[in-house]
């Protein structure tokens, strides 16, 4: 052998070898191996995520930290505008967003989704005494508010379009959008039903939920980058979240929480 082809062969090896390392990348590993793992999440989001004097609490938290208990790792929160959580997951700023995502079937395609964590069906909140709306219906014509870049707000156009026009106005934080329906600047919020039941029952003064749901039946789950590095690590996420069904944690979570316990899908549902 010339030292040409050596010198190929060398190559060619350490080509192998690069290739063989990525292929076996692997985020489980490296979250066990560091014992440390990273998440995105919007901290205004009650009652899935919420700040109480400056600490993180939530649905979400609760859940999570069970999860990272199970795998031996500690968690590591980070509080973004909704609007970057995604983006930021994207950009490989934490391994996993905790945040509440709506599973739809364009979002599969470009996230890899865990097993739901909780309902996300639609519906609305307005003012308490509000009599003009009844039913979701009532809302054709008015002012209603929802959170930018959720799938709720997507379920909510579609919606008023059917019913002939409603004036939609979106917010940064569903904050935002409380605030303004609070101080009649809108008739109605649109959200997942948790979420809007969460509010009107701690200020049942200002708010009141509207019933029954509309829209697709929808669920909340956390998502990764859907590829091959993430696979191992959502399958030991669902295979905890399926023992929390089991054993009750999960029952006990959305009680302390939601106020109730849902049965939730053993697989992942069938998205449109």
């Known amino acids: 052998m010339n030292i040409y082809s050596f010198k190929g062969a ?99 395609e470009r996230y890899a989704f865990t ?28 002012v209603v508010g929802s959170q930018k870049g959720s799938a709720q707000l997507e379920q909510l156009k579609v919606f008023g379009e059917g019913l002939g026009g409603i004036d939609v106005r979106e917010y940064s934080s569903v904050d935002e959008a409380y605030a303004d329906l609070a101080a009649g600047r809108l008739d109605a919020v649109a959200g997942s039903f948790p979420l809007l039941g969460y509010a009107a029952s701690k200020r049942p003064e200002i708010f009141e939920t509207v019933t029954p749901v509309f829209g697709e039946k929808k669920y909340f789950a956390w998502v990764a980058v859907k590829s091959e590095e993430t696979e191992s690590m959502i399958a030991a996420v669902n295979e905890i979240l399926l023992n929390m069904q089991d054993d009750g944690r999960m029952a006990k979570l959305h009680e302390k929480w939601l106020g109730t316990a849902v049965e939730l899908p053993r697989e992942m549902p069938a998205v449109k």
């Open 10 to 108: 060398v190559l060619g090896l350490g080509l192998a070898v690069f290739a063989a390392g990525s292929a076996a990348a692997d985020m489980l590993a490296d979250i066990k191996a560091s014992g440390e793992m990273t998440f995105g999440t919007e901290m205004h989001y009650a009652p899935f995520d919420l700040l109480v004097n400056g600490q993180y609490e939530g649905l979400c938290k609760d859940l999570m930290d069970e999860v990272t208990k199970d795998l031996g790792v500690t968690p590591k929160y980070n509080d973004l505008p909704w609007t970057s959580v995604l983006p930021g997951l994207e950009a490989g700023k934490f391994q996993m967003v905790n945040a509440p995502v709506t599973i739809t079937a364009e979002r599969m």
């Open 115 to 142: 097993l739901p964590i909780a309902d996300a069906s639609v519906g609305l909140i307005k003012r308490t005494g509000d009599d003009r709306i009844t039913k979701p219906e009532d809302i054709a014509g008015l």
